[in-house]
Each structure stands twice: as structure tokens, then as C-alpha cells.
């Protein structure tokens, strides 16, 4: 949790940053703003142009000579475009030689694609942190990577900062709270959850058999009744497996449902799917601001801006961002 003085303190006036610049790419554009806004300063000024064959022409507009820069670009909606942009952004920040390029990816889409779980298949996450390190990027920093062996896939540093404290301020602690993992493979995270909350875990044991983006719940370890249950996860499209977790636990006696999803992602049917099901309040982060889909009222979305303007602030004063890290 930030606390608003410790915000304050976050700010980089003076001679201090100079050197400093922040840009945003199409894909975060809000987020951006948000986190300049943090540190005190104004975005910098750049420009991307779509040419009617679909190519993409990017421009800093503004001197980088000998700064350092910050690009801020979740590669999403439109996952390729976005994630072409990025590449050719910090591309023309090396070619107008800046000292340096950090890339802050709030959501890397391509994060689900880390295993070669098929025959014959690309691991599409590896390709991308490759063409990242190709295109110049000195360091990267993202949020609840998907899975975070990714960081392995770079060779240069990679800062993979966690939402949970902001979301779990979010939820606040009042009522009987139970967390609920939606599968075996988040458990892990969730139980950070739990031990933050001060609540039990209950896992949702489901099964995936295609790439439809949709699982089946089949059973529930733990105990729900009677309690507030707070499902956790890291990403959500469809919000199929959240709404079928959440009527699973109230199948079981939950007193009431609630979801914290660090990046909504949304599309097609989710908005219809979440209205219509026993959640009554989804929390998501602003990793993701480019939606296809009207989001729901029952969406609250809580900024990340806080967290990555100290990220920022402690790399370029050369501190330790272990902090962070400590919840």
C-alpha cells in the first residue's frame, strides 16, 4: 500500500531528473498520464500514424539525447499492433540515442504463451521477450506476469511488480473473508492473498480441455460456508472461469462473492456473463484501458500508476525496488 505522503515523496522535481522522460504508447495512453502525474512531470511528446495498409509509422518528437527513457505500452487490443508499436518505439529512441530504454509493459499478452504444452507450436512469449532485448530494451518491467519463469526468457533485468497490495487494499478486511484460487496453479499467489487478508484459502479445482478460453469447475477444496469469498486470479477475457468459480462457492454456502483480477482484459460476452452472475464487485488494475466492451458497474478498476512511479523513481536513482516486493 502507498500511502498518500509517501506519494509526495514519490515526486521527481529538481535537477535530480532531468535526464528523465516518461512516454506512453497507444496502449496505455491514460496510464501513462496517471504516472507522470506521480512523478511530477509531463509525458513526453511523440506521435504514431496507422497507414491505410496497416503499417505503423512512429515518431519521438521531442530530444532524447543522452536521457533515459521510459515507455509505457500494454500489448493489447490490438495485441500485434500494440506489441509492433512497442518494438518500434524503442527503436527509435536508441536510433535518436538515448542512454537508455526501459521498458514498462503493464500487461504482456503474450505471457499465457510460455511452455510448448503441444506439438509444433511457437513459444510465442519467448519470441517476444527476444524481439524486445533485439529492438534495444535495456531493462523491462510488467506486472503479475502469468507466469514468472518468463523473467527467464530475457537476459537483461526484468522487474515483474505485483498488484496484490493494491487490490487487496481494494477488498478491505471487513466481513468473514475466505480467498478463493480459481485453479491449483494460482494457489501460490492466492495464499499471499490470504495470509494479507488474514483470511483461509479455498482452490477451485477445474479442468481445460481445448482453447476455447473457458474451463469447467469440478470441484471445491475448502470451506466456504457462510463466508465472504474473494476469488483471485491474474488475468481475466471471457470471466467465464470467474463467474463458474463464483457459482460454485455459493453453490457451497458462500455468504456473498466478490472477484480482484489484476488485468481485465474483456471481450465478447464477459460483461454479460459478470452481470449476470453472483459477483457483485470485480476489482481490476488499469493495466488495461483499451477494452472492446462497455465494462460493467460492477467493474471497479484500481490504478497501478502509484506502483510504477516508484518503480521508475527507484531505478533511476539506482535503489533497491525489493520493497515492493515486501507484503
Known sequence: MIEADAREAMRVTGTEFEE???FGGSGSPRLTAAICDHLGIKPGRGEVIRF????????????????????????????NDNFMELLFWIDAFKRASAASVTVLMPYFSYAKADKKDEPRVSIRARVCAQSIEAAGADRVVTMDLHAPQIQGFF?????????????????????????????????????KYARRLGAPLAIADKERVDHSETARVVDLIGDVRGRDAVIVDDFTITAGTL??????????????????????VFTGKSMERLDSSPISRLYVTDTVENQPVRLSPKVQKVSVAPLFAEAITRIHRR?????????
Do not use: C
Request: net charge negative; glycine share 8%; aromatic share 6%.
Open 155 to 191: 537476459t537483461r533485468p526484468v522487474d515483474d511488480l505485483y498488484a496484490l497490495p493494491l487490490l487487496a487494499e481494494a477488498i478491505g478486511d471487513s466481513g468473514d473473508l475466505v480467498v478463493v484460487s480459481p485453479d491449483a496453479g494460482f494457489a501460490k499467489q492466492a495464499r
Open 52 to 79: 491505410s495498409d496497416g503499417n505503423l509509422f512512429v515518431k519521438v518528437n521531442q530530444n532524447v539525447r543522452g536521457r533515459h527513457v521510459h515507455l509505457v505500452q500494454s500489448s493489447v487490443f490490438p495485441a
Open 319 to 327: 535503489e533497491s525496488i525489493s520493497v515492493l516486493f515486501d507484503f
Open 243 to 264: 463467474t463458474e468459480v463464483a457459482e460454485s462457492v455459493m453453490e457451497h454456502g458462500a455468504r456473498s462473492v466478490r472477484a480482484a483480477v489484476t488485468h481485465g
Open 20 to 22: 528523465l522522460l516518461v
